[in-house]
């Protein structure tokens, strides 16, 4: 058990819709990371945050969005779902969020777009 | 662009037999590179981690990974492999102005016959 907790583990959705990603980090971590891990993309950074604030952003697509809340747990918005955003998405979490520190994952959580 | 090749999609040795994986990155300047585990169901999680000093670098469940700066790899090996470490491999590299950004490979499923 890596302290990262993520909820829900499984949604299933419909093309169009929208969804919630939630994610809290360890004790004590105020960096927050989201990865999605696709079967034809593999595992991609979409973003960090450190203490509320973007740090870093990848291959996130416009239709997606991210916060993090002042009690530091982070929320993954993904809107007008496509059948190609189904995928398992991690989130992590870090002390400081910086490069060289670990960064501990969260169990994920499995969406599903029909 | 940074980006990291692992060669092995997939990999099977027996039990008790030795273990190397593959692994390639293209970085201008020197990185931190990082090896973690993802069994089936679980998040990732870090096996070991190379920001500077010795290039062999020891990790958990007897793990060990070797920087050579010269090709441009950091292979991950263990002398004796258990049943238990048929999972999904991945390295990744970070480094400097990315903040917490890490590119993952692709991935080596290892897995272990009796």
């Known amino acids: 058990d890596s302290g990262v907790t993520q909820t829900p583990k499984h949604l299933i959705t419909a093309t169009g819709q929208r969804v919630t990603l939630r994610c809290s980090p360890r004790?004590?971590?105020?960096?927050v990371y989201w990865y999605q891990q696709s079967l034809d993309q593999g595992l991609q950074f979409l973003i960090q945050y450190y203490n509320g604030e973007e740090r870093a952003k990848g291959n996130i697509l416009e239709r997606f969005s991210a916060q993090q809340f002042p009690d530091l747990h982070s929320e993954l918005n993904l809107s007008s779902l496509e059948l190609g955003d189904s995928a398992l998405y991690f989130c992590a979490s870090s002390v400081q969020g910086l490069e060289e520190e670990t960064q501990y994952f969260g169990p994920g959580t499995r969406l599903l777009v029909l | 662009a940074q980006s990291v090749t692992q060669p092995d999609i997939h990999i099977t040795v027996s039990e008790g037999a030795s273990l190397e994986l593959r692994c390639n990155y293209s970085?201008?300047?020197?990185?931190?590179l990082f090896w973690y585990v993802q069994s089936p169901g679980q998040g990732l999680q870090l096996l070991l981690k190379y920001f500077s000093g010795d290039t062999l670098v020891q990790g958990i469940k007897g793990f060990e990974a070797e920087f050579k700066r010269s090709q441009s790899s950091f292979n991950l090996r263990k002398p004796s492999v258990h049943w238990s470490d048929a999972a999904e491999y991945f390295c990744?590299?970070?480094?400097?102005?990315?903040?917490?950004?890490?590119?993952f490979g692709q991935g080596t499923e290892l897995s272990v016959k009796p």
């Open positions: 004790s004590g971590d105020l960096s």
């Open positions: 970085y201008g300047a020197t990185p931190y």
């Open positions: 990744a590299v970070g480094g400097i102005n990315q903040g917490g950004k890490l590119i």
